[in-house]
């Protein structure tokens, strides 16, 4: 078995069948951690220190660009914006800036002053909302819409920005108004369209129909080698994730995501899962050692706990105290495979994030957990001592804790 490697041990029914999908040539990411995340009724707008921190983080996988503010909100969103690219240009990050704006000179403007204080390009991502509800809602119709976008695209191009015409509520979008809409921010200068699901509406399918008919836009239009796709997709129905894998492998060329999901109502689509999932997918190649370093500064800045179930930086994503499961993690390692026993009983490599699979005892347990635990802390694992850990366990409703165990141990075995 020594020369059996994974992709001879784990079968991957997503790489099966004709209608497997290609791997995308481009798949970057946005980070709207410090914009959109920064938007959730629950959270504190952190100091821009802070902030400075976090977009350190952010460079260090290799993402490519981050929404840093929006400067037209006033001048303590303009200063952290201001700082935040002068910390790109000072300390040399590859990561690039982006800020969002209303279609609105009064929010573009502080952009491009920005821009001149510091010397850094800022992509400025204009949005206005693109569907029928949004527009009775605000009692626009679509000519108004398609004339504050020009005006907004061509203002901000001809200020020298680097333009993201962002279409608010895209999902729920009729075909002809967006035909309408995004030729015209095309027209007018814009080098990206953000199509987004500002509620969380949208399914896979959904994602994949409109991704598509966007390309196949493009392509008629004649740009499709030089407008690129952004896809905002926010978890309202849970499906955040998937939909924002769906938009990618339909030709989404960038896609955003915020540390936990923050964001607006219950928020957006999870960096953390997003990196992780691109990188299972061979769709990058990130060192993701600083994973739960970025998620656990941001939960502490803003103020929001990380559940113990929160896939990947979760306290128990790598956590078990089930016999079955623990005893083939033992058995895997004792193998001296480190790989297969980050795998056998997990769908993510812990070790990838800088974490290992541990091993509890509980009343699910078996003895291969209590000989484990001890042995891994230098306690003698003698069959006394195994049964008496075992015995509380399968009495307790919880996990026992370090010092209950060493308590039983103690009561059965001499230590000294």
């Known amino acids: 078995m020594s020369d059996l490697t994974e992709d001879r041990l784990v079968y991957d029914w997503a790489e099966s069948g004709a209608e497997a999908p290609e791997r995308p040539k481009i798949a970057m990411l946005d980070d709207e951690t410090l914009r959109d995340g920064l938007q959730s009724p629950s959270v504190i707008d952190p100091p821009t220190d802070v902030k400075v921190k976090i977009l350190h983080l952010m460079d260090s996988f290799?993402?490519?660009?981050?929404?840093v503010g929006l400067p037209g909100a006033g001048p303590r969103q303009q200063e952290a914006v201001e700082t935040l690219c002068r910390e790109i240009a000072d300390s040399k990050l590859n990561i690039q800036a982006n800020c969002a704006a209303r279609t609105m000179q009064v929010d573009i403007q502080p952009i491009a002053d920005v821009v001149q204080k510091t010397g850094v390009p800022i992509e400025a991502c204009v949005f206005i909302g693109s569907s029928p509800i949004?527009?009775?809602?605000?009692?626009?119709?679509?000519?108004?819409?398609?004339?504050?976008?020009?005006?907004?695209?061509?203002?901000?191009?001809?200020?020298?920005l680097e333009v993201m015409y962002v279409t608010e509520d895209t999902i729920r979008a009729k075909p002809g108004d967006l035909r309408q809409l995004l030729s015209a921010g095309v027209e007018a200068g814009a080098k990206r369209l953000c199509l987004c699901d500002t509620v969380g509406a949208a399914v896979p399918r959904g994602v994949i129909n409109l991704v598509t008919w966007v390309k196949n836009l493009l392509e008629e239009l004649g740009v499709a080698d030089s407008v690129g796709i952004d896809w905002h997709g926010h978890r309202d129905r849970a499906l955040?994730?998937?939909?924002?894998?769906?938009?990618?492998?339909a030709g989404a060329t960038r896609v955003h995501g915020t540390a936990l999901g923050i964001g607006e109502r219950i928020g957006n689509t999870p960096m953390e899962q997003l990196l992780v999932n691109m990188k299972l997918l061979?769709?990058?190649?990130?060192?993701?050692?600083?994973l739960p370093e970025y998620v656990e500064t941001v939960s502490k800045a803003v103020g929001v706990p990380i559940p113990v179930n929160t896939p990947i930086v979760g306290r128990d994503a790598f956590r078990t105290a089930t016999g079955v499961h623990a005893a083939a993690v033992i058995k895997a390692q004792r193998k001296g495979q480190?790989?297969?026993?980050?795998?056998?009983?997990?769908?993510?490599?812990?070790s990838w994030v800088g974490r290992e699979q541990e091993?509890?005892?509980?009343?699910?347990?078996?003895?291969s957990n209590v000989q484990y635990f001890l042995r891994s802390r230098g306690l003698p694992a003698t069959p006394e001592a195994v049964e008496a850990v075992l015995a509380l366990a399968k009495k307790s409703e919880r996990l026992l804790t370090d010092a209950e165990i060493l308590e039983v141990v103690q009561s059965v075995v001499d230590l000294n």
């Open 62 to 67: 290799g993402i490519e660009t981050a929404d």
């Open 134 to 160: 949004r527009q009775y809602a605000e009692e626009w119709d679509l000519d108004h819409v398609l004339r504050l976008s020009r005006e907004a695209v061509e203002f901000a191009v001809g200020e020298g």
């Open 240 to 249: 955040d994730v998937a939909n924002t894998l769906a938009a990618v492998e």
């Open 282 to 290: 061979g769709w990058r190649d990130d060192d993701l050692t600083k």
């Open 338 to 350: 480190a790989w297969l026993a980050d795998r056998v009983y997990s769908g993510v490599p812990a």
């Open 359 to 367: 091993i509890e005892i509980g009343h699910m347990s078996g003895a």
